[in-house]
Nanobody
Framework: QVQLVESGGELVQAGGSLRLSCAVS????????MGWFRQAPGKEREFVAV????????HYVDSVKGRFTISRDNAKNTVYLQMNSLKPEDTAVYFC?????????????????????WGQGTQVTVSS
């Protein structure tokens, strides 16, 4: 059984930084594309970032480009989301997700249906 466990969310002031981690167990992490999504209060869950199986390809939602960086350590079965210059509008529950097809060769990577496995989420709160 594949399990994803997020950590690193907390309360931070605007302009600050956080690094989220997502540890994956029970599956073949190296073959997965890994994504981060977020859900703000009263809003639908949205795509944030994705990284291919080997880290060679990444994509971001426009609102976080230049501020967030997704990375992975295949030796540790972990994916990270480094978040800098945080804004109050970044406040959300952040979820990591795994796509068993690890090559990002089409345009479906922002879609939730592409991801077979999901974590429970970690809360990020950015105060103004």
């Amino acid at each position: 059984q594949v399990q994803l466990v997020e950590s690193g969310g907390e309360l931070v002031q605007a302009g600050g930084s956080l690094r989220l981690s997502c540890a994956v167990s029970g599956g073949t992490f190296i073959s997965y594309a890994m994504g981060w999504f977020r859900q703000a209060p009263g809003k639908e869950r949205e795509f944030v970032a994705v990284i291919s199986w080997n880290g060679g390809v990444t994509h971001y939602v426009d609102s976080v480009k230049g501020r967030f960086t997704i990375s992975r350590d295949n030796a540790k079965n972990t994916v990270y989301l480094q978040m800098n210059s945080l804004k109050p509008e970044d406040t959300a529950v952040y979820f990591c997700a795994a796509d068993k097809y690890g090559v990002l060769d089409d345009d479906t990577w922002p879609e939730e249906y592409e991801y077979e496995y999901w974590g429970q989420g970690t809360q990020v709160t950015v105060s103004s």
